[in-house]
């Protein structure tokens, strides 16, 4: 089965840029979604496709694709920011997988 | 607006089964493909199933196939969960969810129903 590791937590100074990973097996030959989840909430799409951000997402919020990894920026984080982030990717042969998961805490 | 309510959840017994819904509406539901999501408590998000938005298509994580089946009525624009030999760790809060296409973000999330599978 096709797996995503991410880094357990990122911190970030505030005004500062989060860069969260996401490695998987040839993931740059993959389109990867990004969705952000505060507590209590639904998760929400922040990049899909790699690098598009969906209506209302800031441009803050950027993505990246490349090789075995695929990157989630937050360029001037805010408080506002921190919640837990996924990636996730379609693969053919298992379906949707979604990455083990990153807690942003803004400092 | 677009709103999807998940009923069915519970308590249930290991190697029991258990079937979930989700009622959709403010959208044409017959367009969207239709997922399942789980997470549970403290946990990531798992993916479980998705369904096509013609109900022929039907795609299943690995650790519920042959175990769970996915199914649609869109002539009542609802979505079914069947789910069979329970196990504890099955236990999750399961959340419907649409995308415009099978391989498509899902872009609209229900607040999920609660499953625990306790003896």
């Known amino acids: 089965s096709y797996e995503l590791t991410q880094p357990l937590s990122v911190s970030v100074a505030l005004g500062q840029t989060a860069r969260i990973t996401c490695g998987g097996d040839?993931?740059?030959?993959?389109?990867v979604h990004w969705y952000q989840q505060k507590p209590g909430q639904a998760p929400v799409v922040v990049i899909s496709?790699?690098?598009k951000r969906p209506s209302g997402i800031p441009e803050r919020f950027s993505g990246s694709n490349s090789g075995n990894t695929a990157t989630l920026s937050i360029s001037r984080a805010q408080a506002g920011d921190e919640a837990d982030y996924y990636c996730?990717?379609?693969?053919?042969?298992?379906?949707?997988?979604f990455g083990t998961g990153t807690k942003v805490t803004v400092l | 607006q677009v709103q999807l309510v998940e009923s069915g959840g519970g308590v249930v017994q290991p190697g029991r089964s258990l079937r979930l819904s989700c009622a959709a509406s403010?959208?044409?539901?017959?367009?969207?493909?239709m997922h399942w999501v789980r997470q549970a408590p403290g946990k990531g998000l798992e993916w479980v199933a998705v369904?096509?938005?013609?109900?022929?298509?039907?795609y299943y994580a690995d650790s519920v196939k042959g175990r769970f089946t996915i199914s649609r009525d869109n002539s009542k624009n609802t979505m079914s969960l069947q789910m069979d030999s329970l196990r504890p760790d099955d236990t999750a809060v399961y959340s419907c969810?649409?995308?415009?296409?099978?391989?498509?973000?899902?872009?609209?999330w229900g607040q999920g129903t609660l499953v625990t599978v306790s003896s």
């Open positions: 369904i096509s938005y013609d109900g022929i298509n039907k």
């Open positions: 040839k993931i740059g030959s993959k389109n």
């Open positions: 969810a649409r995308s415009i296409a099978v391989a498509e973000p899902e872009d609209y």
């Open positions: 496709r790699n690098n």
């Open positions: 403010g959208f044409i539901f017959s367009k969207y493909a």
């Open positions: 996730q990717v379609w693969d053919s042969s298992t379906g949707y997988v």
